[in-house]
């Protein structure tokens, strides 16, 4: 909205000029142009005029209607031009901008009220405009090019169907009669009518509407984000790496946790050993035979080395491939249509993916950039994005995608893949990596995006991924100590807190009980009482002597640590359904209270460190003071 308090218009009304000469004498206003005064007298009056731009063109030439390219752009060109139909032609200057005036009707019946005295041509006839035939005015034509004006017919034609592009047409009729626009509704005509196949469409321009009315649609706005991620990708400069390591243990291990973690991410949560029969026995566990099928199939497709050497030849290839490994991830549910695109669109929150009916032709297209890309990693990262961004199938998208960004990767060398999950590393900075697709496609639409936030933060989950393969070679050194031994050798090569998923990653063999058991060696703690509770779960702590701390801030399912030795601690343990007693300072309970200790179902434990260091280990395994826990 304009502001009224910072232009004044010049008016007809009688001592009007010699007014406003008085206040530029006083110093309250200035001329900025024609008829143009402002009360801002710092900014430059190209800025002024900017921002005011729309009321100030109402109030000079009224009734008049913003029409041709300026209908759809609704803002002056690169170089300030605006044009407007009016009663007369001319070309007019104003400070910043250049006024283009063509002689026309001024706002009808079918044009759309604007800011104060303007109009916009309607869609029908900012169409008819744009189909003129006529010289660029000072270099920039009045008229969107015809390939724009084809993309929005088809755009109009995917959205709202054929009827509504008949309905558009027979208006357009009626209003090129009213307008003297017959030749240019003939023109608009045959391109209506070769999108829908009823005309010749070796007229169509514009790739999309060509792709339409060949049966094939596309969504033109995806493949101008692919061409911009092609741009980025195509500069970028990245290392060749050599593949090292061709053993066939090492690939059926890479195999077996990559469709673990892949359907892990998608919710599809088994313990490790259970995965691992399944994948050994290739039978399916009771009542979850689907779930099962589901890590059996991803299994299929990467431990087979020919899945793992094809990469798509063709935009043909790519769909096969595409529907042929569905078919084989979802083989075990029907009712997700495996291997068929979808048949309904689709959305995640507020994502919108690409039409159902314009998969085909979107992939195809998004496989010219991909074949056109050098570098196999560049490739890897394209491939992701556009299988995610299309979310051609119902279900398994993800998977989908991130199990051929993994192919690609395995194939230019990068081999992290069979150690490490990508896809976990990933689900972990979830919000990183939303925020750098965000970041990503700001500004897309006018080609001013970045891809820089997205490549980076993929580079960095490659080599969070080496890092932490780094972390599971050396702690193979470990491999034969006892499994007590190992989970201890975690805490020597982590520096600040070590949580139970940190050593359940690392030693993935080792039970959880098998952990906790550890933890309680760490204290170097005498188990004195009900060791056999010490396969509980516990998930807080609390060091004190004030029993009445105690009673006052101890969560459930708790560890006492205390150097205050009597039966009062047993009964408080016992009021709090506490689980386990350490005594520190080496401080040894009496055999009453050892009595009294299994009567309630209470192990004790004795440990020569100071309270102040029992409490800092435990805290550093996970174990809060408020009944949280970290691990």
Known sequence: MQNVLEVIMATSEKNDSSRKAEMIKQGTIR????????????????????????????QLYPRAVISHRSAYELKPTAEGDIFLTYSYTKNISLPGIKVHLLQGPQGTEHDMPFIENLY???AERRTLENLQKGRARSG????????????????????????????????????????????EFET????????????????????????????????SERVHLFGTLFQALHNEQFPYIDEPNVENSAFRNFAFFESYFSNYIEGTEFEIEDAWQIIETGQPMPARNADSHDVLGTFQIVASRREMRRTPTSSDDLIELLQDRHRIMMAARPDRNPGMFKMQNNHAGDSHFVDCMLVRGTLRKGYEFYQALEHPFAKALFMLFMVSEVHPFNDGNGRMSRLLTLLLLYRSGYIVGKYVSMEMLIEKTKETYYEALQNSSIEWHNDKSDYTSFVRYYLGVVLKGYNEFQDRIEHLKYRKLSKADRVKAVFEKKLGIVKKSDIATLCPDISETTIERTLKELLEAEIVCCEELLESHVYSACGSDMMSDVLAYVKDQAVLLTGLVNAQVIRTAEMMDMLCIVFVRSKKPSQDMLDLAEECGIAVMTTPLRMYDACGILYSNGLTGNGSSNG
């Open 31 to 58: 001329k900025i142009a024609p008829k143009v005064y402002t009360t801002n007298m710092e900014d430059t009056p190209e800025v002024i005029i900017r921002r005011n731009l729309f009321y100030i063109l109402g």
């Open 120 to 122: 916009i041509s309607s």
């Open 140 to 183: 920039v034509s009045k008229c969107m090019p015809r390939t724009f004006i084809e993309e929005n017919l088809e755009r109009m034609l995917q959205i709202n169907g054929e009827a509504y592009i008949n309905m558009f047409r027979d208006k357009a009729r009626t209003i090129a009669a009213e307008l003297d626009m017959v030749e």
């Open 188 to 219: 608009l005509n045959s391109i209506i009518g070769a999108l829908l196949s009823t005309r010749p469409t070796e007229i169509l321009t514009s790739e999309s509407a060509a792709a339409r009315a060949k049966g094939e649609p596309f969504d």
